[in-house]
Nanobody, 122 residues
Framework: QVQLVESGGGLVQAGGSLRLACQAS????????MGWYRQAPGKQRELVAR???????TYADSLKGRFTISRDNAKNTVYLQMNSLKPEDTAVYYC????????????????WGQGTQVTVSS
């Protein structure tokens, strides 16, 4: 069993910062990719940023320069530093990971966290 647990969401004023964290735990053999998605009310879930085991990083074009993703491999944890937040950043932020599970060979499975609410007030 694998779990992803997010933390760090909350309410912040426009222009402020938040740092999200997501820790993966369980029968993990190898984590290939960890990433963040978000879903605003009435909108589809969208990619925020993702980072591979080789530290290759992808950002949503609209968020480059304000958001920074990083990971701590020893802790199976991914972080999202969000600066200069705007009201349009308000959403539920979800962590996900593509990983290999102990005893499941080379199959790669995708897991999602439960989501953490980020609200940016104007």
């Amino acid at each position: 069993q694998v779990q992803l647990v997010e933390s760090g969401g909350g309410l912040v004023q426009a222009g402020g910062s938040l740092r999200l964290a997501c820790q993966a735990s369980g029968n993990i053999f190898k984590i290939n990719v960890m990433g963040w998605y978000r879903q605003a009310p009435g909108k589809q879930r969208e990619l925020v940023a993702r980072i591979t085991s080789g530290d290759s990083i992808t950002y949503a074009d609209s968020l480059k320069g304000r958001f920074t993703i990083s990971r701590d491999n020893a802790k199976n944890t991914v972080y999202l530093q969000m600066n200069s937040l705007k009201p349009e950043d308000t959403a539920v932020y979800y962590c996900n990971s593509d990983l290999m599970v102990v005893g499941k060979g080379e199959s790669v499975f995708r897991y999602w966290g439960q989501g953490t609410q980020v609200t940016v007030s104007s």
